[in-house]
């Protein structure tokens, strides 16, 4: 059973620090892309970023870049997301997810329908 678990959410002040963990297991994790999303109040869930299997190759949303880093400890089947900078319009339940695709290219997937495994979220709230 394929499980991803995010931690590290909570509340912080504009243009403070936060950096999420999406600790994965039943899937042999080298093996997939993983990408965070996020899904703000009233809001379409949004792509953030994503990271290649070997860790080689990552892509980010323009809202995001400069801003966040994306990595992964395939020893430890972790995936991470370093925010900085935050701003109030980062506020939003953020998802881990786990898709698959040849090569190490991922550019291609920021769509939500390319991920197959998703975990539960955690919520950040960035106050102003």
């Known amino acids: 059973q394929v499980q991803l678990v995010e931690s590290g959410g909570g509340l912080v002040h504009a243009g403070g620090s936060l950096r999420l963990s999406c600790a994965a297991s039943g899937l042999t994790f080298s093996s997939y892309a993983m990408a965070w999303f996020r899904q703000a109040p009233g809001k379409e869930r949004e792509f953030v970023a994503t990271?290649?299997?070997?860790?080689?190759?990552?892509d980010y949303a323009d809202s995001v870049k400069g801003r966040f880093t994306i990595s992964r400890d395939n020893a430890k089947n972790t995936v991470y997301l370093q925010m900085n900078s935050l701003k109030p319009e980062d506020t939003a339940v953020y998802y881990c997810?786990?898709?698959?695709?040849?090569?190490?290219?991922?550019?291609?997937?920021?769509?939500?329908?390319?991920?197959?495994?998703w975990g539960q979220g955690t919520k950040v709230t960035v106050s102003s």
């Open positions: 997810a786990a898709g698959w695709t040849r090569g190490n290219a991922v550019q291609h997937m920021t769509a939500s329908y390319q991920y197959f495994y």
């Open positions: 990271i290649s299997w070997s860790g080689g190759s990552t």
